[in-house]
């Protein structure tokens, strides 16, 4: 499938690796030039180099940290107007509600939520004179289906999802759509922190506890980037237009919500 966007411009943040690594995969492969943020220089440069070696598109890296005013300033300075936006941020730690603390819950929703909000802030504007644009918020399945030890990721995530839900529908009609893309367990860094975590609460090892997560999938394996990133890139395309405020699940039917 044509996805009508080669030629187009898209900022992909936290896209040194895993999921915005795929997302940005995807967008290059579809024509799109992109404009790629992470922390790390390193690993950056290198994902950028990998992107444009496999699709011939320009690649800018900007190493930078979204969740700053001052990284998010880099970032729109590099790129400028934009067609595309696909939001994200490492995600906050796991934990118990005890223990967390104000500064914690801040430090979450500047990262999952306020961060997002800034972006898109930012780059509606052209989208609206210019009437086309698209951006994909990646949030967590954790919105529909709240997992306990995330508490913090759960809070500020919902924040993120309300406020799509009401400015979805207020730029719909100059052809911009905003939605959410939900990961289930994808196969990246964050798996296996997660992992990590879980093995050593349940004292198993890290291959134990991996094999008991997907033991709970329905189709019994980890999400892959590549798959992540290619909805995601259809999301972004002219076949889109009709998508508006949803939370689109990836979670290879780990959580039974019907609606
Ligand atoms: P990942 O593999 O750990 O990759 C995170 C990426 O984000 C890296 O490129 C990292 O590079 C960048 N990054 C992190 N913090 C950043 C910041 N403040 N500013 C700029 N870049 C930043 O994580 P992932 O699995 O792709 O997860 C992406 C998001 O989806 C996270 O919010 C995660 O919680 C959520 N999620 C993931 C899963 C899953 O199974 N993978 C499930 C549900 C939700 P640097 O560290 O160099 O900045």
Redesign the pocket.
């Known amino acids: 499938m044509d996805l009508g966007i080669k030629g187009r411009k898209a900022i992909v943040?936290?896209?040194?690796?895993?999921?915005?690594?795929g997302c940005a995969m995807a967008l290059a492969q579809a024509g799109v030039e992109i404009v790629l943020?992470?922390?790390?220089a390193d690993?950056?440069a290198a994902t950028a180099n990998e992107i444009m070696a496999a699709t011939g598109v320009t690649v800018t890296p900007v190493a930078?940290?979204?969740?700053t005013p001052e990284?998010r300033a880099a970032v729109l300075s590099e790129a400028g107007e934009v067609d595309i936006l696909v939001t994200?941020?490492?995600?906050?730690p796991p934990g118990n509600w005890r223990d967390w603390s104000r500064d914690d819950f801040i430090a979450a929703l500047d990262?999952?939520m306020l961060a997002p909000i800034a972006m898109m802030q930012a780059v509606l504007p052209a989208m609206i004179e210019q009437r086309w644009g698209r951006v994909v918020n990646?949030?967590?399945?954790?919105v529909r289906a709240p997992i306990a030890q995330l508490g913090l990721?759960n809070s500020a995530r919902s924040g993120l999802t309300g406020f799509v839900a009401g400015t979805s529908r207020q730029v719909a009609e100059y052809g911009v759509n905003i939605n959410n893309l939900l990961?289930?367990?994808?196969a990246?860094?964050?798996?296996v922190?997660?992992d990590t975590a879980a093995a050593k609460t349940k004292g198993i090892s890290v291959e134990e506890a991996k094999a008991q997560r997907e033991a709970t999938i329905p189709v019994r394996r980890?999400?892959t980037?590549e798959e992540f990133g290619a909805t995601c890139a259809f999301m972004c395309s002219v076949h889109a237009g009709f998508m508006v405020g949803q939370n689109v699940m990836l979670d290879g039917g780990l959580n039974n919500i019907s609606i």
């Open positions: 943040c936290a896209g040194s690796k895993g999921l915005g690594r943020n992470a922390r790390g690993a950056l930078a940290d979204i969740t990284g994200n941020a490492g995600g906050p990262a999952n990646i949030t967590s399945q954790s990721s990961p289930g367990l994808h990246t860094d964050r798996a922190s997660l980890y999400g980037p």
